[in-house]
C-alpha cells in the first residue's frame, strides 16, 4: 500500500515557521522526485516547491522563495518543507507528491501536479493573527 502522508501544520501567527514532514510508506523515496503544492481557500491547487531523488535540484515558487526551504532524508523515507516568516496568503491545505523517476532522471523535479503520481491527504496550514 503505497501512501504518503503530511503532518505538522497548524495556526501560526503571521511571520512565525513551522515545518512540514511528508512521509512515505510502503514504498521508498529514494528514486523519487516529490513536490509540495498547496490550495488556498476558493483557489486553484499550485506548486510551491520540489526536490529532485538526488536532492540536487529544487525548485521554489516565486511567492515561497527565500522563505521556504524543501529537503529530503531519504534514510528516513521522508520530505520536509520548512515554512519560514509566514504570510497570511499562505494560508492553505498542503500537500506533497511523489513521482517514481527512471535512469537519468535523478535531477528532475516538477512544480506541475499533473506530474505525479501519489498524493498526500494534506494538512492545513494557517496564518493569521
Known amino acids: 500500500q503505497l501512501q504518503l502522508v503530511e503532518s505538522g501544520g497548524g495556526l501560526v501567527q503571521p511571520g512565525g515557521s513551522l515545518r512540514l514532514s511528508c512521509a512515505a510508506s510502503?514504498?521508498?523515496?529514494?528514486?523519487?522526485?516529490i513536490g509540495w503544492f498547496r490550495q488556498a481557500p476558493g483557489k486553484e491547487r499550485k506548486g510551491v516547491s520540489c526536490?529532485?531523488?538526488?536532492?540536487?535540484?529544487?525548485y521554489y515558487a516565486d511567492s515561497v522563495k527565500g522563505r521556504f526551504t524543501i529537503s529530503r532524508d531519504n534514510a528516513k523515507n521522508t520530505v520536509y518543507l520548512q515554512m519560514n516568516s509566514l504570510k497570511p496568503e499562505d494560508t492553505a491545505v498542503y500537500y506533497c507528491?511523489?513521482?517514481?523517476?527512471?535512469?537519468?532522471?535523478?535531477?528532475?523535479?516538477?512544480?506541475?501536479?499533473?506530474?505525479?503520481?501519489?498524493w498526500g491527504q494534506g494538512t492545513q496550514v494557517t496564518v493569521s493573527s
Open positions: 507528491a511523489a513521482v517514481r523517476i527512471g535512469p537519468g532522471g535523478w535531477s528532475w523535479c516538477s512544480p506541475s501536479e499533473y506530474e505525479y503520481e501519489y
Open positions: 510502503g514504498f521508498t523515496l529514494d528514486y523519487y522526485a
Open positions: 526536490i529532485s531523488s538526488s536532492a540536487d535540484n529544487t
